[in-house]
């Protein structure tokens, strides 16, 4: 019985997450097309720790999700500098060292992120 509440508690959250999501995605194209930053955020999860801790190695994982969205540096920015990046404790001056510390070749260098400069 309580695993079930647990399950319901969670998709619920997960609607809620996307329906945020499409209410953002309804005013139009935004930084990340069709998606929104905020969905755009979950897929940095892997990037969580190299966000928040300049000196932590950055995953192999966040680093192929980092040069995926590097294509687009207006969404990459957008999704850094989210309030979702924000809440979940993310540097932005951490995080946009990220790409620079994946070593990716055609990273945007120069790109400015709101305040920041992607190095
Ligand atoms: C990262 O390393 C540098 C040099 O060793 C140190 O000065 C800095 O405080 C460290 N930062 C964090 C967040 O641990």
Redesign the pocket.
Known sequence: MKATMKYICALGLFLAVLGISCMNGANGAGECGRSSPDMEAMKLIPCAQAA?????SVSSSCCAQVKKLGQNPKCLCAVMLSNIAKSSGVKPE?AVTIPKRCNLADRPVGYKCGAYTLP
């Open positions: 928040q801790d300049e000196n932590a951490v």
